[in-house]
């Protein structure tokens, strides 16, 4: 691994962010990129049209007044993003990230990880935004959309850091499952860490081939892996092996059904980064 992109907004988050990344670059050996978008509603906005109510001196005043107060926020959100920025490269360099570099920029989220990630590894995530303490079960809306449309794993920060030693990687032997496993088996991360394959299900031939498959590829990685198949609802199983084993780490595809299936019947993965206290890693 050699660049993470963590991305920080001033939330209740971004010291746990900081710490998992401050973690996953010492593991990887990895330089930050710290990355905090203005979006576009902190910049100038288009005044409305009220020539058909306000006399020409009136709205002239008004729309000058206007504009005075939004240079005056876009002022605002370029300091507090700085601070933002500043504060979080000294909190990695204190958890002993050398090689920092912070990125401001103004625009959507989503457009400008995808400019940036390129030449990235792994992106680093809070579970959810600024609106953290008034919405503690819903997903942040970028969270969401940056799993859906980023091809780099994703670590998603749980509310605070935790040491790290035994993950497990939800199995279902779907593409994105699979570069859960590949991911797992290439990457200095996770290595050395206990390893455990959970696959929800019956136990067909075709299911314990699949994860045998699975099994023998980390193997040969070198874990010593602890798998196994156990029926029953995906989110409730993943769920009661995370407590029952002590995981302090969940790795699993990212939203394998289409969008509109998920809409439909709702998704295993958002179900698990939402309940789950512990930190996710998502692949696709």
Not at 158 to 184: C, M, N, Q, T, V
Request: glycine share 8%; with cysteine; net charge negative.
């Amino acid at each position: 691994m050699s660049k993470i992109l963590a991305l920080f907004d001033g939330s209740t988050y971004s010291q746990s962010v900081c710490n998992h990344t401050s973690w996953a670059a010492e593991r990887g050996s990895a330089s930050v990129d710290v990355l905090h978008v203005l979006g576009r509603r902190d910049g100038p906005g288009a005044p409305a049209d009220f020539s058909g109510s306000l006399n020409a001196d009136t709205r002239a005043i008004l729309l000058a007044e206007l504009a005075e107060l939004d240079e005056q926020k876009a002022v605002l959100a370029q300091k507090r993003g700085r601070l933002i920025l500043d504060e979080a490269k000294a909190c990695l360099q204190r958890g002993g990230v050398s090689d920092v570099t912070t990125k401001l920029r103004h625009g959507d989220l989503i457009e400008t990880v995808q400019d940036f990630e390129g030449g990235t590894d792994l992106i680093v995530i809070g579970k959810r935004g600024e609106a953290a303490d008034f919405a503690k079960l819903h997903l942040g809306s970028n969270l969401e959309r940056l799993a859906r449309s980023s091809h780099k794993p994703i670590l998603v920060a749980s509310r605070a850091f935790k040491p790290i030693s035994r993950f497990l990687i939800a199995f279902d032997g779907s593409a994105s499952a699979l570069k859960a496993i590949e991911f797992a088996g290439a990457n200095a991360l996770l290595r050395g860490l206990e390893c455990h394959i959970l696959m929800v299900g019956t136990e067909t031939a075709e299911a314990k081939a699949s994860l045998d498959q699975a099994t023998t590829s980390l193997q040969a990685a070198g874990y010593e892996v602890h798998a196994k198949i156990d029926a029953g609802q995906a989110d409730a199983v993943i769920s009661s092996a995370v407590e029952a084993e002590g995981i302090d780490l969940l790795v699993m595809g990212a939203y394998g059904h289409s969008r509109i299936r998920n809409l439909i019947i709702g998704s295993t993965t958002t179900e698990m980064i939402r309940s789950c206290k512990i930190p996710v890693i998502l692949c696709r």
